[in-house]
């Protein structure tokens, strides 16, 4: 099914998102529903149950979360699940006697997807979920600035209507649902429909996330940016953006950049924990 690079230790992925929980680990995946209101317990006991459930012995567990990580691992911002916010995985889940690592989940998915670059590569992962996010590489080495927080890109700065907004608040799927007052499901399900309300809602998200690829692109000039997310199985959504990218880069800098969605969907950022588990090993 979805192999990790685990070779015979085992260990456990989690990529813990705003809708979502994915626990993978070789053959055996469990999603979990999350949300604002989500917490350390929730995770706890999702992650005991998939453990039971599944007859594990894990000697390591990444942790793959969307907002900003410590040096000793403790979340100490996220937005999309603020009860998040001062956890420390390896304080809480010390009984289970892992090795916990925890990671953003863009970083995660650069670990992954950009695996094999080398030492000339720039690049990165740009991730359009309930949030937006990325991680860069420059020269074959991470980008991460001096907190080892670079490439918030929900935060970029967008004049819209009058007054300013981030792009998360724009391309977000959270932001988009709560802008027309459905669900996530309930917007995807409009869009499908061609709903006029959602299809201009998640256009405006698409046609916004495309000028924030355009900005990394005139600024960085990347040779590849991978692109992942659930926001990008909104019809409509991925086109936007790949339009608006290419009409606000500069034509050589576009040129010279590959321009994909992650070779590995879904998976991308528990497997990318599950290689930052790894490495914290090594």
Known sequence: MHSAPEGNE?????????????????????????????T?????TQLYAFIEDVGLSPVRIGIAVPGLVA?????VSCDVLPCLTGWRPETSLK?????ITVINDVEA?????????GNDFTGGVIMAGTAIGA???THGRELR???GWAGELGYFPLHVDGSVKRLD????GGAMANLLGISGEALARLANDDDPIATATVRAGGEALGLGMASIINLLNPSRLAVGGGSLKLKGYWEAALLAAETHAIPSLWNACIVKRVKSEDFVAALGSIRAAQRDAA
Do not use: W
């Open 10 to 38: 085992i260990i456990i992925g989690a990529d813990l998102g705003g809708t979502k929980l994915l626990l993978l680990c070789g053959a055996h995946s469990r999603r979990f529903e999350t949300g604002p209101g989500y």
């Open 40 to 44: 350390p317990e929730d995770f706890a």
């Open 71 to 75: 040096r000793d691992g403790e979340i």
């Open 95 to 99: 009984a289970l006697g892992c090795q």
């Open 109 to 117: 998915a650069l670990q992954e997807e950009m695996q094999d670059v």
């Open 135 to 137: 991680a860069f590489m």
């Open 145 to 147: 600035g001096v907190n």
């Open 169 to 172: 608040e724009i391309a977000g």
